[in-house]
């Protein structure tokens, strides 16, 4: 190899990305510090007139306020331009997310709000922050500064993202590490000229609307003469941001510009020097600063009247061809009149007073039953859960581990399993019932269902024969034989029988009413015997209700006889 062709190697060398992990990228562009602050400047214009407007409507923002937003800006705008940068970075791709840029928003937003209390001195009482959250959250001057800091926020993620977009791309520095220039420049995809006019698209923008604010915060005519700059008649401020603004944005420009030929002379094996990169901001700022004295020092802001001049011609122009508009309209106008024959229109009477509103009583406040402070509660605890969920999100990402936290989290999660199935447990314990608890409960649903009314004439026969059982065990109840728990249809039957076919001890109803002589005669005369009667009734019950029998309309007849002949029997024995 010749001695040029080393020297030529050496040079660019020095200007080659460095490797990390195996996958090339440039190391020396992404790390720059220059660009974020430069960048951060900027914004910082922006905001300083964008608040200097604000404030010349509200007077009483000006104490502490603007200083505290601009910093904010100024935090937020060096935030995403670090965090843009550190995406950016190989094996970082697992990151590049939205919500990892939403907490990262988030993040700036809450801080905003504290240190936006902080300045004005509005600190919210707990009991406003329950009853009215909305309110007392997202006041005025919260709102504007928010606006403020997240247009910084994102203007600043845009423009690195953009500077970022100019840097070598790791396919480039596998075709140049590998000399495969013409594949390079076949397959690159990087439109650096396109990115490079966006960003300036982007600063002269920003430009515009920084000298429309400051021609709007003018407190009276500009003077003329030398240094013009210091006579505008617009506040200190906003002159040094106008200035600083743009040539923070021609020396972020030339870094635009660098890099393009940065490219070309990569690709084109032009032999360089790796003090370029760190001599050249100097140099375009010593020259930016010697042209901005120079403009100083130049007679300008109306000197020459050349403002008023073309303000006087076009003033001119617009009253004569108003004129001629008028002088045509008006001749329009009596054209219509003479054809039409009509008078001109009389002036209109004045319209009625309005009448008087109708009084209303007073309204009571509307109540929708739910506490005052209930709505506010939901808000903040929606809140947390959301801000908790993006802090957990960002730390994860950055790398934070919650280790502790998942394991309280298992173990809450444990015991809240074991209490609800122990509770379910006990739930089903409580509600299984017994086999003889379970017919009880059926005899008792259906004795309640026969009780509401007098229509089981309307039943179908089986239905009737369990109405005349079941109303039996209900009148022998009354009649003190009752059905002993544990004992069944047919174990009760020849019990039931037998009591019955003993002669009744009638007494009166009343105790000062003695018994008829007829009614005690015809107690002791009847000396049937009612065990077969009680068991033919039984039979055919348990036949319906256990062995779901059918009851021909004939049998539901005769045990309807035999079960009026039990009833009457049970309301004599006592």
């Known amino acids: 190899m010749s001695e040029a062709a080393q020297m030529e190697e050496q040079n660019n060398s020095g200007m080659l990305p460095e490797s990390a992990g195996g996958i090339p990228y440039d190391r020396q562009w992404l790390g720059s510090i220059l660009r974020p602050a430069l960048i951060a400047v900027m914004i910082a214009c922006l905001d300083l007139a964008l608040l200097s407007l604000m404030i010349r409507f509200n007077p009483a923002l000006a104490s502490g306020y603007a200083q505290v937003v601009v910093t904010l800006s100024i935090l937020a705008a060096l935030f995403a331009c670090a965090a843009t940068a550190w995406l ?17 928003f988030c993040f700036v937003l809450i801080v905003a709000r504290l240190l936006t209390w902080l300045a004005l001195g509005t600190f919210p009482t707990p009991a406003d922050l329950l009853y009215r959250p909305l309110a007392s959250l997202f006041d005025g001057a919260f709102v504007f500064g928010a606006i403020v800091i997240s247009l910084s926020w994102l203007l600043a993620g845009l423009v690195t993202d953009d500077f970022l977009r100019l840097a070598l791309q790791p396919d480039e520095i596998f075709a140049i590490e590998n000399d495969r220039i013409g594949e390079l420049i076949r397959t690159s995809n990087s439109d650096r000229p396109a990115i490079l006019q966006r960003i300036v698209a982007r600063w002269v923008g920003g430009g515009i ?12 005519r500009p003077e003329t003469g030398f240094f013009a700059i210091t006579r505008q008649n617009i506040d200190p401020t906003v002159i040094a941001a106008v200035i600083i603004y743009f ?69 001119f122009f617009f009253n004569v061809i108003f004129t001629v508009f008028q002088f045509f309209m008006g001749l329009l106008l009596l054209i219509i009149a003479a054809l039409s024959g009509d008078a001109p229109p009389e002036e209109a009477p004045p319209p009625p007073p309005p009448a008087d509103p109708p009084a209303f ?131 009760y039957a020849p019990r039931l029988g037998q009591r019955m076919s003993r002669p009744p001890v009638t007494q009166p109803e009343q105790p000062n009413q003695p018994t008829l002589p007829a009614q005690a005669d015809a107690a002791t005369q009847d000396t049937t015997d009612y065990t077969q009667q009680v068991q033919e009734l039984t039979t055919a019950f348990v036949r319906t209700r256990y062995a779901k029998g059918e009851i021909a309309e004939q049998e539901a007849t005769a045990l309807e006889r035999i079960w009026d002949k039990v009833n009457t029997r049970l309301r004599m024995t006592k």
Not at 209 to 220: D, P, Q
Not at 365 to 374: D, I, Q, R, S, V
Not at 424 to 441: G, I, S
Request: charged share 20%; aromatic share 14%; glycine share 10%.
């Open 88 to 104: 950016a970075q190989p094996g970082r791709r697992q990151w590049r997310q939205p919500i990892f840029r939403l907490a990262e």
């Open 209 to 220: 609307l920084l000298v429309l604010i400051a021609a709007s915060v003018r407190l009276e």
């Open 247 to 315: 040539l923070a944005g021609l020396l972020l420009i030339s870094q635009g510009q660098l890099a393009i030929l940065r490219t070309r002379w990569l690709i084109d094996r032009v032999p360089t020097s790796e003090r370029v990169l760190g001599q050249w901001p100097i140099y375009v700022f010593g020259l930016l600063l010697v042209i901005g004295l120079m403009a100083m020092l130049l007679p300008f802001g109306g000197t020459f009247y050349l403002a008023q001049i073309l303000h006087g011609i076009v003033t």
């Open 361 to 491: 009583g007073e309204m009571l406040p509307a109540t929708n039953g739910m506490p005052e402070w209930a709505g506010g509660a939901f808000f903040w605890v929606i809140m947390a859960l959301f801000l908790g969920y993006a802090a957990y999100v960002y730390l994860n990402d950055k790398g934070v581990r919650f280790t502790w936290l998942t394991a309280f989290w298992q173990l809450l999660r444990a015991r809240w399993l074991a209490l609800f199935g122990a509770y379910r447990q006990w739930q089903q314990t409580r509600l299984t019932l017994t086999p003889q608890e379970e017919e009880e409960a059926a005899q008792g649903r259906q004795r309640r269902r026969f009780r509401l009314g007098r229509g089981w004439q309307h039943l179908d026969p089986t239905q009737r024969v369990r109405y005349f059982y079941l109303a039996m065990l209900e009148r022998a109840k009354e009649s003190g034989i009752e059905r002993a728990t544990g004992e069944t249809p047919l174990q």
